[in-house]
């Protein structure tokens, strides 16, 4: 009898025992996985409209900690997949705007779709959790400082591979000109590996808590700060175009067109008189005479189309004329094949057309169909979305002395357009665009980001023209002035002034800096694979 109670009680010590290491194992997993949600929350208030941009400084330290403390790459990979999936849908939850209110898509509809496109994004914070987890397990947790690179490299993969860098970790800091100055010679890239940077060093400082480790984490701190320091006052010591005798005058209009994409050729006409008068209301304020003027229209729903409509060709040639004035517009243009561009067109004084840029890089969804024609339903999106043919040259367009790069819409979201117009002799960036679709979300102040980053990376100002805002003159610095509000209709006066200007290292070099994070990235995973010798 005895004997039986001892074995029961063994067995029950032992399964009490084996309970209470699952409980443990449970709550540690439980743990982690709220960690990974935290930082991915974390990450997503730190961007606008939430606009808590310090917190990116630390956003990620959660994730770093438990990877650290247990660095199983197959979980790693897992944790960072949470991170980056949840991110990119809190950051981004704005797409459904167009579903539910242009496509008559349920509510409940669009956001369950967004659900792939946040996944397939979220996969690159895995990978990044993944290639810092082997490095951890080989060479303990001093490998965290290799964080910035993987993370940039990853960032610039992301943009290689799926066409979008929407809410890179660097576009949190946009609206902080001090911060982002080290874009000129890393672009947003070399931003994003700042502030990873110091996340990695408060997560090593939190796992080790020795003399040791804080100072070593306080030095990668302080090379931060010297580094955005040094790049702040390198900015300032270059010229700007912004300074100098003006010699060129813009008015800038944002009409606030409607975003229903059927209109009446009566409301066509309307709008049309909306822009002129809107123009020469602007030009009614201007005093001096002697200095070129460029008016600006913005990429809206009016569907202009130059080619095909004498009576429009006649009006903005008479407007011209009239007011000594070019006109920058956006405008829909034959493509070969029969396909339609996405043009901005510059009409010059005496109403000649002289310039015509074609869009390059087309919306997914929005400008054509990223699928087969053969596939069933394909042609039926093309009739809802539209199926444009995208632009092949770079053209700079003349404006008095100066030569203007100008992009259209979402090609601000694209580094090398403004680096390849720049490159080609632009001293002016222009980027005329259209966010109306997308209602009075979040999507307004991220757009205007990442032309933020496109005026810093070249050290160029930029002129942002858009239909319903927001519209604004950003400095070669990064400054945003004379914003407009949004969905108002606004008129913004801006002046050019001509100065010599030396191209920033980005420019000359492109992504260099993030395309060594690459390799050297490679590198580490690879190394980290390779067995100890016995």
Known sequence: MEDAVSTATEVNARWLSAFARRSRVAATSLACWGAATLSSLLLVVSFPDFNLWPIAWFGLVPLLVVIARRPVPWRAFLLGWLTGGVFFYGSCHWLTYSMVHYGGIPAWTSYLLLVPGALTLGL???LFALVLACAVKKWGGRALFAAPLVWSSLEWARLATTGQLWNALGYSQAYQPMLIQSARWGGVYFVGFLIVSVNAAIAFLLLKRTIGATTFASCVV??????IFATQAGSKAEP???????????IALQPNVPMDPV????????LTSRHIEMSESGLRQLRDD???????????????????DSQFRELLAQFSQENNASVLFNSQEPAPNEGIYNSALLVNEQGSLIAQYDKIRLLPFGEYVPLPRWLPGAGLIRAIVGDFTPGTKYTVMPVGAHRAGVFICIESAYPSIARKLTSEGADVLINI???????RTAVMRQHLANAVFRA???????????NTGISAYITAEGEVKDATSGFQPAVRTWTLAHSGNSKTFYTRHGDLFAGTSGLITLLIFVASLVARPR
Request: proline content about 9%; overall charge neutral; glycine content about 10%.
């Open 290 to 308: 002697r200095t070129r003027r460029l008016v600006i229209w913005p990429e809206s729903p009016m569907n202009f189309t130059y080619s095909g």
């Open 222 to 227: 302080a090379g931060a700060a010297i580094v």
């Open 240 to 250: 700007s175009s912004s300074q100098g005798t003006p010699d060129v005058v813009v």
């Open 263 to 270: 209109k009446s050729p009566q409301e066509m006409r309307e």
């Open 124 to 126: 690159f914070p895995g």
């Open 456 to 466: 810093v990376e070249n050290g160029l100002p930029l002129l942002r023209v858009t």
């Open 433 to 439: 665009s259209n966010d109306g679709y997308l209602g």
